[in-house]
């Protein structure tokens, strides 16, 4: 396939992007947020005394009603409405950066120093930061086969700890709104809510008690998501609210420090995982007890990650037993929620450091064990007795083996394996990691597009995606014009605006090129097979004798007989001698996709790695995934998609985390303590994409590929450290930060003691 | 009482004269006084590099300065690379190279990576690209396309042999 332009490119570079914080209005009024400075406490007043005349205040007791943001995903039957984040804390505070009053003026920089002036008197009390100190929320457990029997009759078991430490997606643009209202109706402009507009304006709607109709949420540019941006947020119903109280257009833009503690922690969990295996090391059953730290209150995530760690648990692999149980604990730190790979960061790592500890014990190779382990294309499809966001966990076709030897296969070519032993020889600590994963793409339950040709011939997509620099358009671009059979530059796509589309739902869970992908390839289709029929009234020729190409409609066999796209839209339009009586006008189409279950992607990934046993650095030297994608329409989006989900996944292996202390004051609130990596850290990175196994859920065969590139990077890595280190145990936790790192190094060697 | 004082300075050969508050940054009086939204903010703490310009040919994190102390100065923001629709070589390259998703880093890696083309020569190596990019952060990309991009316009510009 040749190399398409994004369509994002040009104005991004060109720095004529639309983010949130790049419009202004006359009169608009700026917000700046009052948060907790303590983690717990009573609150017993606000005093805003110092304030002078031109700023305005809200606290909680100005608001309609006691609000929460609602979950949006409900998972599991369980009801967590007593763990609801209220819009404003009213008299109790729950973490650091909670908010409890908005502060308005007509300059960020005032608004910015009357915050400060705001005097709050909080009786502390005592914080849980521990989880295992945390009140529970929610107790579940997933999973099928009878484990008990499985390890009792086990000829090896393997059972460790292992802890993942809180991190999370820190898009470079931090949150910012800006709400415009037209003074009479109240009516509501919005700038900045992505991800999931349409159901975030219902939201919106619900609480300010509006017709949805009244709030339009406009289509822009945003930052990066990776799961946090854009859910609904305390400052999704303030800002908005503000703006149709005042009747005045309100700003608020985020800055860094309140992001780290204000925007959805993720990843934190303690594993107990045991293994049981049979004299030849194939899988008997697994069991895994997890507790889940969910942080002050259940957002609008509610609890899907410890769902989906569970669900996700056993990975490619034919596990006849499995017992997965978690405690979501509430404690007095920033709430959770998911975070790209949500819940396969964390169960990957921890499933595959049991294998490799296994496959030591039980004296076998790594990758052998997995390939004795790994479902085979004969057991696909595989039916688990588990569900996972609402819907059953059936594993579709795909050739799990094949991709394991493929990629290894790809690491000795590219010199991987070789080097390792290059570096060993000459007495350096070297070591060499392999994962796998499965993912899991395509949420359902639909997608919705419209798909229009103007008179120009110009083609308009608006799709209920939203962009967060995926490439969404570019992709929804190349659909629309791979069915219709015109050029992708006449192509505009509009993603995840309310008016446009009003039943979108929007870009997550890698869904938009699964979903939001097969809805506009059905609904150009539909406009396909319009602009034929339009066509052969116009040419007095039969359809089935048109060819549809380079934007024209052509009869067979005499090219000289054509209709451009353009003409045929403009023969649809109101008067047109070509429309029969009853037929509306346009050349458009709507159409719904619908999808059962989703699809899962799956892939390996393998990482050289060096450490320096004085310092504790880990130096990544080579890193290789392996990737089934079912079909790439953009294979460099899919690259990117990959590189990036490495970045990000060395981050949270080696670098991130978000401390706190023990009175629950986070130690991570610049970018000079929760540490980013930069290009001197990331490793350029190979990928091997394959298009294998299409998906037969959808039309396109396309698998999700946004997550897979983050999945496996913790689990990697802990098998290259744990493999240079030398260690027989697992490396215990994530992040192998520097001065863990360095005691692995002195474990070196040591004999297992448990 | 606001202490504002008179500056002047010129913005991709375009002279402003305005009145700016002393604690003002520039990064704010380039966005919303002037209207250079281009250059963003993605920290405000001069670590991740977003607002990164060129004052006086220097790169600097415009968020670190402020807007008075650029009176008189030469500013070039990432507004200025192209010709009209015209990318710049190096912004074609961003493009090629798949050197930025969300884009909203990029205006910053644009700027820094200007800076360091017109100090670097033909002998520009992937690891002195990638140290001296190291200077900013980026959250989609992994920095591989945008290493390349930056050796690809270190090549073009300076050709071996012609320094």
């Given at each position: 396939?040749?190399?398409?332009?994004?369509?994002?490119?040009?104005?991004?570079?060109?720095?004529?992007?639309?983010?949130?914080?790049?419009?202004?209005?006359?009169?608009?009024?700026?917000?700046?947020?009052?948060?907790?400075?303590?983690?717990?406490?009573?609150?017993?007043?606000?005093?805003?005394?110092?304030?002078?005349?031109?700023?305005?205040?809200?606290?909680?007791?100005?608001?309609?009603?006691?609000?929460?943001?609602?979950?949006?995903?409900?998972?599991?039957?369980i009801d967590l409405n007593e763990y609801l984040q209220p819009v404003l804390a009213a008299d109790v505070v729950r973490y650091v950066g909670e908010p409890v009053a908005v502060v308005l003026a007509d300059d960020p920089y005032l608004a910015e120093d009357a915050a400060e002036l705001v005097e709050l008197d909080i009786a502390e009390l005592p914080a849980a930061v521990d989880p295992g100190t945390g009140r529970t929320a929610a107790e579940f457990e997933l999973?099928?086969?009878?484990?008990?029997?499985?390890?009792?009759?086990?000829?090896?078991?393997?059972?460790?700890?292992?802890?993942?430490?809180?991190?999370?997606?820190?898009?470079?643009?931090p949150r910012a709104l800006l709400v415009d209202v037209d003074p009479a109706s109240g009516a509501l402009d919005i700038f900045g809510m992505t991800k999931v507009p349409v159901f975030n304006r219902a939201v919106l709607a619900s609480m300010l008690d509006v017709d949805e109709n009244l709030i339009h949420v406009h289509a822009s540019d945003a930052g990066g998501g990776f799961g946090v941006r854009g859910e609904f947020y305390p400052e999704d119903f303030l800002?908005?609210?503000?703006?149709?109280?005042?009747?005045?257009?309100?700003?608020?833009?985020?800055?860094?420090?309140?992001?780290?503690?204000?925007?959805?922690?993720?990843?934190?969990?303690?594993?107990?995982?045991?293994?049981?295996?049979?004299?030849?090391?194939?899988?008997?059953?697994?069991?895994?007890?997890?507790?889940?730290?969910?942080?002050?209150?259940?957002?609008?995530?509610?609890?899907?990650?410890?769902?989906?760690?569970?669900?996700?648990?056993?990975?490619?692999?034919?596990?006849?037993?499995?017992?997965?149980?978690?405690?979501?604990?509430?404690?007095?730190?920033?709430?959770?929620?998911?975070?790209?790979?949500?819940?396969?960061?964390?169960?990957?790592?921890?499933?595959?450091?049991?294998?490799?500890?296994?496959?030591?014990?039980?004296?076998?190779?790594?990758?052998?064990?997995?390939?004795?382990?790994?479902?085979?294309?004969?057991?696909?499809?595989?039916?688990?007795?588990?569900?996972?966001?609402?819907?059953?966990?059936?594993?579709?076709?795909?050739?799990?083996?094949?991709?394991?030897?493929?990629?290894?296969?790809?690491?000795?070519?590219?010199?991987?394996?070789?080097?390792?032993?290059?570096?060993?020889?000459?007495?350096?600590?070297?070591?060499?990691?392999?994962?796998?994963?499965?993912?899991?793409?395509?949420?359902?339950?639909?997608?919705?597009?419209?798909?229009?040709?103007?008179?120009?011939?110009?083609?308009?997509?608006?799709?209920?995606?939203?962009?967060?620099?995926?490439?969404?358009?570019?992709?929804?671009?190349?659909?629309?014009?791979?069915?219709?059979?015109?050029?992708?530059?006449?192509?505009?796509?509009?993603?995840?605006?309310?008016?446009?589309?009003?039943?979108?739902?929007?870009?997550?869970?890698?869904?938009?090129?699964?979903?939001?992908?097969?809805?506009?390839?059905?609904?150009?289709?539909?406009?396909?097979?319009?602009?034929?029929?339009?066509?052969?009234?116009?040419?007095?020729?039969?359809?089935?004798?048109?060819?549809?190409?380079?934007?024209?409609?052509?009869?067979?066999?005499?090219?000289?007989?054509?209709?451009?796209?353009?003409?045929?839209?403009?023969?649809?339009?109101?008067?047109?001698?070509?429309?029969?009586?009853?037929?509306?006008?346009?050349?458009?189409?709507?159409?719904?996709?619908?999808?059962?279950?989703?699809?899962?992607?799956?892939?390996?990934?393998?990482?050289?790695?060096?450490?320096?046993?004085?310092?504790?650095?880990?130096?990544?030297?080579?890193?290789?995934?392996?990737?089934?994608?079912?079909?790439?329409?953009?294979?460099?989006?899919?690259?990117?998609?990959?590189?990036?989900?490495?970045?990000?996944?060395?981050?949270?292996?080696?670098?991130?985390?978000?401390?706190?202390?023990?009175?629950?004051?986070?130690?991570?609130?610049?970018?000079?303590?929760?540490?980013?990596?930069?290009?001197?850290?990331?490793?350029?990175?190979?990928?091997?994409?394959?298009?294998?196994?299409?998906?037969?859920?959808?039309?396109?065969?396309?698998?999700?590929?946004?997550?897979?590139?983050?999945?496996?990077?913790?689990?990697?890595?802990?098998?290259?450290?744990?493999?240079?280190?030398?260690?027989?145990?697992?490396?215990?936790?994530?992040?192998?930060?520097?001065?863990?790192?360095?005691?692995?190094?002195?474990?070196?060697?040591?004999?297992?003691?448990? | 009482?606001?202490?504002?004082?008179?500056?002047?300075?010129?913005?991709?050969?375009?002279?402003?004269?305005?009145?700016?508050?002393?604690?003002?940054?520039?990064?704010?009086?380039?966005?919303?006084?002037?209207?250079?939204?281009?250059?963003?903010?993605?920290?405000?703490?001069?670590?991740?590099?977003?607002?990164?310009?060129?004052?006086?040919?220097?790169?600097?994190?415009?968020?670190?300065?402020?807007?008075?102390?650029?009176?008189?100065?030469?500013?070039?923001?990432?507004?200025?690379?192209?010709?009209?629709?015209?990318?710049?070589?190096?912004?074609?390259?961003?493009?090629?190279?798949?050197?930025?998703?969300?884009?909203?880093?990029?205006?910053?890696?644009?700027?820094?990576?200007?800076?360091?083309?017109?100090?670097?020569?033909?002998?520009?190596?992937?690891?002195?690209?990638?140290?001296?990019?190291?200077?900013?952060?980026?959250?989609?990309?992994?920095?591989?396309?945008?290493?390349?991009?930056?050796?690809?316009?270190?090549?073009?510009?300076?050709?071996?042999?012609?320094?």
């Amino acid at each position: 396939m040749t190399t398409v332009v994004r369509k994002e490119d040009p104005r991004l570079l060109r720095g004529v992007g639309r983010f949130g914080d790049d419009q202004q209005r006359r009169g608009q009024l700026h917000a700046r947020i009052v948060r907790s400075p303590l983690a717990h406490g009573e609150l017993r007043s606000i005093d805003t005394s110092a304030l002078d005349g031109g700023v305005q205040v809200v606290t909680a007791a100005d608001l309609p009603g006691d609000l929460r943001i609602p979950v949006r995903l409900s998972v599991q039957g369980i009801d967590l409405n007593e763990y609801l984040q209220p819009v404003l804390a009213a008299d109790v505070v729950r973490y650091v950066g909670e908010p409890v009053a908005v502060v308005l003026a007509d300059d960020p920089y005032l608004a910015e120093d009357a915050a400060e002036l705001v005097e709050l008197d909080i009786a502390e009390l005592p914080a849980a930061v521990d989880p295992g100190t945390g009140r529970t929320a929610a107790e579940f457990e997933l999973g099928f086969g009878d484990t008990g029997e499985a390890f009792a009759g086990a000829a090896h078991v393997v059972e460790l700890d292992f802890e993942v430490g809180r991190h999370s997606a820190v898009p470079m643009e931090p949150r910012a709104l800006l709400v415009d209202v037209d003074p009479a109706s109240g009516a509501l402009d919005i700038f900045g809510m992505t991800k999931v507009p349409v159901f975030n304006r219902a939201v919106l709607a619900s609480m300010l008690d509006v017709d949805e109709n009244l709030i339009h949420v406009h289509a822009s540019d945003a930052g990066g998501g990776f799961g946090v941006r854009g859910e609904f947020y305390p400052e999704d119903f303030l800002v908005p609210w503000l703006a149709f109280t005042l009747r005045r257009p309100v700003k608020w833009t985020e800055d860094r420090s309140e992001h780290l503690v204000a925007v959805n922690h993720s990843r934190q969990q303690r594993h107990r995982i045991a293994a049981a295996f049979d004299v030849d090391g194939s899988l008997l059953g697994m069991r895994d007890d997890v507790l889940h730290d969910n942080g002050a209150y259940c957002r609008t995530h509610g609890i899907i990650v410890p769902e989906l760690t569970l669900a996700m648990l056993p990975g490619p692999y034919r596990v006849p037993a499995y017992r997965g149980r978690i405690t979501v604990a509430l404690t007095n730190k920033t709430p959770c929620g998911t975070y790209r790979a949500p819940g396969r960061f964390e169960g990957t790592v921890v499933r595959e450091q049991v294998l490799d500890v296994a496959a030591d014990r039980i004296g076998i190779d790594r990758v052998e064990l997995r390939r004795r382990n790994l479902l085979t294309p004969g057991e696909l499809p595989h039916t688990r007795a588990m569900s996972t966001l609402g819907t059953d966990v059936v594993l579709d076709p795909g050739d799990y083996p094949g991709l394991l030897e493929s990629t290894m296969a790809e690491a000795k070519r590219l010199g991987y394996l070789s080097e390792v032993d290059t570096l060993r020889a000459k007495g350096r600590l070297a070591g060499l990691g392999v994962a796998m994963f499965l993912e899991k793409s395509g949420l359902g339950p639909q997608e919705t597009a419209d798909v229009s040709v103007s008179a120009t011939g110009a083609v308009h997509v608006h799709s209920g995606g939203t962009s967060l620099g995926q490439g969404i358009e570019t992709v929804l671009g190349q659909l629309a014009s791979e069915a219709l059979g015109v050029d992708p530059s006449v192509v505009t796509v509009i993603a995840g605006d309310t008016e446009l589309q009003p039943f979108g739902a929007g870009s997550w869970a890698s869904r938009s090129t699964v979903v939001g992908g097969g809805a506009v390839h059905v609904s150009a289709l539909a406009v396909r097979e319009r602009a034929v029929q339009i066509a052969a009234r116009m040419l007095e020729a039969a359809e089935d004798d048109l060819v549809v190409r380079d934007g024209t409609i052509a009869v067979h066999g005499a090219p000289g007989q054509r209709v451009t796209l353009a003409e045929v839209a403009r023969a649809c339009q109101p008067a047109s001698p070509f429309l029969l009586a009853d037929e509306p006008a346009g050349l458009a189409a709507r159409r719904r996709f619908e999808v059962e279950h989703m699809t899962y992607p799956y892939g390996a990934h393998v990482a050289v790695v060096e450490l320096d046993e004085q310092t504790g650095e880990v130096r990544i030297l080579r890193y290789l995934v392996g990737y089934e994608v079912g079909r790439a329409i953009n294979r460099t989006l899919v690259a990117g998609q990959l590189m990036g989900g490495v970045a990000q996944g060395v981050g949270g292996a080696l670098f991130e985390e978000f401390r706190y202390d023990e009175a629950g004051q986070p130690q991570a609130i610049t970018f000079m303590d929760y540490l980013l990596p930069t290009a001197a850290e990331v490793p350029g990175v190979n990928v091997l994409i394959s298009e294998n196994a299409p998906s037969p859920g959808n039309p396109l065969g396309v698998k999700g590929a946004g997550e897979g590139g983050l999945t496996a990077v913790g689990a990697a890595l802990a098998s290259a450290v744990r493999d240079a280190a030398g260690i027989t145990g697992s490396v215990e936790r994530l992040p192998m930060t520097a001065d863990r790192v360095h005691r692995l190094c002195d474990m070196r060697g040591e004999t297992e003691t448990t | 009482m606001k202490d504002v004082h008179l500056i002047s300075l010129s913005v991709n050969g375009n002279e402003h004269e305005l009145v700016v508050e002393s604690r003002r940054t520039l990064a704010d009086m380039l966005r919303h006084d002037l209207g250079y939204t281009g250059t963003h903010l993605g920290c405000e703490h001069g670590i991740c590099g977003a607002c990164t310009i060129l004052l006086d040919d220097q790169p600097v994190r415009a968020c670190l300065v402020f807007g008075v102390q650029a009176d008189g100065c030469e500013v070039r923001t990432v507004e200025g690379l192209a010709d009209g629709d015209q990318l710049s070589d190096l912004q074609q390259a961003f493009s090629d190279r798949h050197g930025l998703q969300c884009g909203f880093c990029t205006p910053g890696f644009l700027m820094l990576a200007e800076a360091y083309l017109s100090e670097a020569d033909s002998s520009a190596d992937p690891e002195s690209v990638r140290e001296a990019m190291a200077s900013n952060l980026c959250r989609c990309t992994g920095y591989q396309g945008i290493v390349e991009a930056v050796c690809d316009v270190a090549r073009s510009r300076h050709p071996a042999g012609s320094t």
